[in-house]
């Protein structure tokens, strides 16, 4: 390329293992991240240990984020964003701005690592009443609950008797137009179970699904385990509404 | 690298695929394939229609092979095999046996691209009776007869007027030390079931499945359509055994 450098936008796991790679190939590499931090959404988010392994995520991205600043070949934009685009590669220009500065700078090749968004089931569906209920949490609420090593109902601290996942929401619904299957959150709430059977030892969980999508290592590394050394009940269901009940939530669904 | 030349050993989608790239991006590349033609399985196994998009194995293969061949960057060894190498990279050297003659090849990197092995059901699992009953086939073997658009009982001749498929045989089986998920074939029986009931369309078309590991596109381009618009029956359950009855087979289950 007609300059070396590679400017990667993001700085979660895939930004920073695509930085690190390209400079160890020898290019000179500019990371732009948009948030103060780095590692992305499993730092931002509290994710607590990922899979395969179930290592700390805390401990994993502290590698990669260590071996991206330690760089040589890496140059780092914090609190900046990508606000312009122009010619074609190999012979790019970026301006990279962070608050009122902002500079230029030239590129032979982009790499756009700019993450997700969670999924908001109160904003695309009413149907589990996730903004009624605080005991309604999703993934992402527990996971930082696990990750504190603390999980309890919000609505009044205690350790719950029994959790209920339910997979599929805002995947695979064609009412809010997301066909596909997100295709983690069958391994990800089987990592789940398996973490409050560990913290919470007498809560009972079940996860209620249409098909357990989990493939390659999650099957012996999350999928049997869950099942057989932690207890976790599989329910082939789709839960059609929740209800309060008392304290407690009711989940109803159909077989 | 010292050499530039990529060796790639195999010529199947993989190996042709990586072959071009690589030439496209500057490298002097060798293709090694142990067989006469190119292709690889959908050539050798006669494959009939490829996920997604419902191509034509031939065509689509024809397509990757020619860019191989017209390419001027690329060499080509057919019936040949790597029989020795040596060295690290960026400093290897290749054996290439083809019959009694042999050469030698530097090379800086080394793509690998050997490809797999259908599972057979007759020497791992008895259970299913494939060497027992001529009507019970494979995937492969009703690849081959979709593709030859002659779907048809081995046994008469005749087209079948019910088709069964039993999913997770030789995968996700700890009695055989296959534990993981294979990922493909829920896919690709769900496509022969459209092919099937496109073919033959009296034919009653059955999945029995533990999970359906369908994902991203197959969701939408082959999960809804078998079972929306070409009525393919989706039940839940493990076959155990199949049992010859009369001139059919009887499928024996559990819910």
């Known amino acids: 390329m007609a300059d070396g450098r590679v400017v990667v936008i993001g700085a979660g796991p895939a930004g920073l293992e695509a930085a690190r790679l390209a400079a160890d190939l020898g290019a000179r590499v500019t990371v732009v991240e948009k948030k103060q931090a780095l590692?992305?959404?499993?730092?931002?988010?509290?994710?607590?240990?990922?899979?395969?392994?179930?290592?700390?995520?805390?401990?994993?991205?502290?590698e990669m984020i260590s071996a991206v600043v330690d760089h040589p070949n890496i140059?780092?934009?914090?609190?900046?964003?990508?606000?312009?685009?122009?010619?074609?590669?190999?012979e790019l220009s970026l301006t990279i701005a962070n608050g009122d500065?902002?500079?230029?700078?030239?590129?032979?090749?982009?790499?756009?690592?700019?993450?997700?968004?969670?999924?908001?089931?109160?904003?695309e569906t009413q149907q589990y009443g996730y903004?009624?209920?605080?005991?309604?949490?999703?993934l992402a609420d527990a996971e930082a609950m696990l990750k504190a090593d603390n999980f309890v109902r919000p609505s009044n601290g205690e350790v719950p008797?029994?959790?209920?996942?339910?997979?599929?929401?805002?995947?695979?619904?064609?009412?809010i137009g997301n066909e596909f299957c997100s295709k983690v959150c069958c391994g990800i709430s089987s990592k789940q179970?398996?973490?409050i059977r560990q913290q919470v030892p007498d809560a009972r969980v079940f996860i209620f699904y249409i098909d357990m999508r989990m493939y390659g290592y999650w099957e012996n590394d999350?999928?049997?385990?869950a099942q057989e050394q932690y207890k976790v009940?599989?329910?082939?269901?789709?839960?059609?509404e929740i209800l309060l009940k008392g304290d407690k939530l009711v989940v109803r669904g159909e077989d």
């Open 39 to 62: 590692g992305g959404m499993p730092i931002s988010a509290n994710y607590a240990a990922l899979t395969h392994g179930f290592r700390s995520a805390e401990e994993a991205m502290g």
């Open 75 to 90: 140059e780092l934009r914090t609190s900046s964003q990508v606000t312009a685009m122009s010619g074609s590669a190999p």
């Open 101 to 123: 500065a902002s500079e230029e700078v030239s590129a032979g090749a982009v790499i756009v690592a700019t993450g997700f968004r969670h999924f908001d089931p109160g904003r």
């Open 131 to 138: 903004y009624e209920f605080p005991d309604v949490i999703t």
């Open 161 to 175: 008797e029994r959790v209920a996942f339910i997979q599929c929401v805002g995947s695979r619904d064609r009412q």
């Open 193 to 195: 179970a398996i973490e």
């Open 222 to 225: 999350i999928y049997w385990p």
């Open 233 to 240: 009940n599989y329910v082939k269901g789709i839960v059609t």
